[in-house]
């Protein structure tokens, strides 16, 4: 297991490399002068040439992404242009509540997926499974900036069951999440069902029946178990998307977290700021798809040996 | 044609979408109101029959900025797709027939892209570039290709041992041939299908975009930037919202039910590598933005 782990953390280091450079370069592609854009064109010279020394966009290109890489290795992300503070500190002060949000709406993804998928792949091609599919095909159109307003509109403003925005308790937590994670769901449903379907027709399945389990205990026992390897791949991949997501739901909900600090930065035009919140969701998309690999290659011992 | 009509998920899907393509075209000669036309004295009224989706918060009637804003979801939807499909084609045709340090270059680059949840790197790009239709359409496409890349230099690989190319390689054609001629026919179809869901993706990343005021700027309408509008008039005005909101569901919906018949109908499938079935994914989740 170790040397599986191993390979997969040296082959995670070349696109951890490219994943900040790619965020180093995002400051050059500010059309004109970044600290033009930064400052307004009106700011005094003064202002915009210890500016452009605070960020070293006077130096030569590969001196300043060597610079970069530096300031990276001692998690130096700079500091914000508006508030002065640390860029680090403010994502750390916020990251907790992402993870809180991201981690309910994959609880909640889960708890819903699991059940419908088992019930479409139990009966295919009924009306509960047609029911299901729909369900799932709206979950992935229902885009989540309309989902959010909708739920709002339904259970905090009409039904009052829950609040319409900031962070609490759990009932704060509840909408946000389920806005967060019903795509997830959508897409998980439809990935359960169809791997399950796929596990019911293989041989051990007709073995497992001929022994005399019933239904229930082959679906449950044999099938899901099975079924598994193809969801938690979308389980990596769609927690990572859940941390982008974010950006929207917080701004829907007024949620304290990282995505709400990255539009904020986008608005205010403090390009430090965005480039440490979009290391830092791109980074945790990074560690989820290598947490992914290892957990694959527990579940699935054949990827050991293959690797 | 013949083959693909007596599918219901198929038509059904080709119907709205058709119906989609018709209102962004057509559209906007049949609607009487200009979409940037104000009316202050006229804020946020319902739904009656002068305006069937009643007016926004400026009075300006929604039903003719929903018609007009199919327009915008069209152009990025097919543009988007398009361009990305191409590039993927181009990158991914000659990774999988060139193989060794090149295909591995290539795929290295494709992963760090991919590394970025896409609609994060389209938020950053636009964050930078500044918010316009543009832009827009360049963030997305520089996320979008590489789903089509991954596919396509799948697909070659698994061609390319083909009794066929090795008939081909022995009479003397070139790499070049080979591929244009011998193996993209083959990959038109499973293309079609990527192109399907990565519009549906494109629509709704386009859609985010403007809602997060990173897209098209007013007055041009969006839906995505409709929606945000609506958001802060859901208590006395829900109709501002709510039908830009559903225009976008409605052809997501659709573009979803028509890549999935058709996939299902053509027997499409990805091709990947064995060594990683962390790849082997079903085709709408690995477009951009869905």
Same mark, same amino acid.
């Given at each position: 297991m170790i040397p599986y782990i191993a390979r997969r953390l040296v082959l995670a280091v070349p696109t951890v490399l490219g994943v900040a450079t790619l965020v180093f370069l995002l400051i050059h592609?500010?059309?004109?002068d970044p600290v033009d854009v930064m400052?307004?064109?009106?700011?005094?010279a003064v202002d915009k040439l210890r500016l452009r020394h605070q960020l070293g966009l006077d130096r030569p290109l590969p001196v300043q992404y060597g610079r970069y890489l530096s300031h990276l290795a001692r998690a130096d992300l700079g500091r914000s242009?508006?508030?002065?503070?640390p860029v680090r500190r403010m994502i750390v002060a916020r990251y907790p509540a992402t993870l809180e949000l991201a981690g309910a709406a994959l609880l909640l993804a889960v708890l819903i997926a699991v059940p419908l998928g088992l019930a479409a792949a139990a009966r295919p091609n009924s009306g509960l499974d047609a029911a299901c599919r729909g369900l799932a095909v709206l979950g992935t159109a229902m885009p989540n900036f309309y989902l959010g307003p909708m739920l709002i509109l339904l259970?905090?403003?009409?039904?009052?069951?829950?609040?319409?925005?900031?962070?609490?308790?759990l009932a704060h937590v509840v909408l946000p999440a389920l806005t967060l994670g019903m795509g997830m769901a959508a897409i998980l449903t439809r990935m359960l069902r169809a791997a399950l379907l796929d596990r019911l027709h293989d041989e051990y399945i007709r073995a497992a029946r001929a022994k005399g389990a019933g239904e229930q205990r082959v679906l449950l026992k044999h099938a899901l178990r099975n079924a598994v390897l193809p969801v938690i791949t979308i389980l990596g991949l769609q927690t990572g998307a859940l941390l982008a997501g974010t950006i929207i739901t917080e701004t829907i909900f007024a949620w304290p977290g990282l995505g709400r600090l990255t539009l904020l930065a986008i608005q205010t035009r403090d390009y430090p700021l965005v480039q440490g919140c979009v290391l830092v969701i791109a980074l945790s998309y990074v560690l989820i798809n290598l947490i992914t690999d290892v957990l694959y290659g527990v579940i699935d011992p054949r990827l050991r040996v293959r690797a | 044609m013949r083959r693909l009509l007596p599918n219901v998920q198929v038509r059904a899907g080709l119907t709205i979408v058709a119906l989609f393509v018709a209102v962004a075209l057509f559209g906007p000669s049949l609607v009487?109101?200009?979409?940037?036309?104000?009316n202050l004295s006229e804020d946020l009224q319902p739904p009656r029959a002068a305006h069937p989706f009643g007016q926004d918060k400026l009075g300006r009637d929604v039903l003719s900025r929903v018609v007009y804003g199919a327009r915008v979801s069209l152009l990025v939807g097919v543009t988007v797709a398009g361009i990305s499909a191409c590039i993927g084609l181009a990158v991914g045709a000659f990774a999988g027939y060139a193989g060794g340090w090149t295909d591995e270059l290539i795929m290295r680059v494709i992963d760090v892209l991919l590394a970025f949840p896409g609609i994060l790197l389209a938020i950053a790009l636009s964050a930078v570039l500044g918010p316009s239709l543009r832009n827009v359409l360049l963030a997305l496409c520089v996320i979008g290709w590489t789903g089509y890349a991954r596919l396509v230099r799948a697909e070659v690989q698994a061609w390319r041992t083909r009794e066929f190319v090795s008939a081909a390689v022995v009479l003397g054609a070139t790499p070049r041939r080979i591929v244009r001629l011998h193996i993209v026919p083959h990959l038109l179809t499973p293309l079609l299908v990527q192109a399907t869901f990565g519009m549906a993706g494109a629509i709704v990343a386009e859609a985010s975009l403007s809602f997060l005021g990173l897209g098209v700027q007013p007055p041009t309408p969006s839906w995505g930037a409709m929606v945000n509008e609506g958001r802060s008039f859901l208590? @006395?005005? /829900?109709h501002v919202a709510l039908f830009p909101g559903l225009a976008i569901i409605l052809t997501v919906f659709a573009l979803h039910f028509l890549g999935d018949g058709l996939r299902d109908l053509l027997d499409v499938?990805? @091709?990947? /590598?064995?060594?990683?079935?962390?790849?082997?994914?079903p085709l709408e989740v690995a477009s951009p933005g869905a």
């Open positions: 592609l500010v059309p004109g400052l307004g064109e009106t700011a005094r242009l508006h508030s002065g503070r259970f905090a403003i009409e039904l009052e069951w829950a609040p319409v925005s900031g962070r609490g308790g | 009487s109101q200009s979409p940037t036309t104000q208590l @006395v005005a /829900p499938h990805a @091709v990947e /590598p064995l060594s990683s079935r962390r790849r082997a994914l």
